[in-house]
Each structure stands twice: as structure tokens, then as C-alpha cells.
């Protein structure tokens, strides 16, 4: 039987990701904007997304990095 070696950053976001959205009673649909906010958080990255407002509320939460470059306008 092939035992697969789970990533113990991976585990870890995920945990932290629960703890978190229970702690902050957050909606469903931020699952995967907080696990890419706490993996950027573990490993000092800048979170860089076009997604403003859900990163914004995420970024002042877990204290991470957040870019979000200007909006363009269509045919630019």
C-alpha cells in the first residue's frame, strides 16, 4: 500500500485556516482566500490579488502583506 507524505506547511495552513474562520465566524466562500493568506503569512509573502475587499478584511486580521495593483479599463 502507497502511503502518501503529507506537507507539513499544508497541514498546518489548513489548521490554522479553521482555527481562524471559527474564530472569526467567516463565511464559507473565504476558505480559500484564507489558506492563501496564512500560507503567505507563514512564509513572508506578499499576497498580491485583485480580490480587494475580501484580502482587505483577511490582511488587517492575520497581519500579512497585501498588494492590490490599479484597476484597468477595458481596451488599455
Not at 52 to 76: C, E, H, M, N, Y
Request: aromatic share 8%.
Amino acid at each position: 500500500m502507497a502511503c502518501a507524505i503529507l506537507d507539513t506547511d499544508v497541514y498546518i495552513a489548513y489548521w490554522e485556516r479553521g482555527l481562524f474562520e471559527r474564530e472569526m465566524s467567516l463565511r464559507r466562500d473565504f476558505q480559500n482566500d484564507s489558506l492563501i493568506a496564512l500560507t503567505a503569512r507563514r512564509h513572508g509573502a506578499t499576497v498580491v490579488t485583485a480580490n480587494r475587499a475580501d484580502f482587505t478584511l483577511l490582511a488587517s486580521a492575520l497581519r500579512i502583506s497585501l498588494l492590490v495593483p490599479p484597476t484597468q479599463r477595458a481596451g488599455k
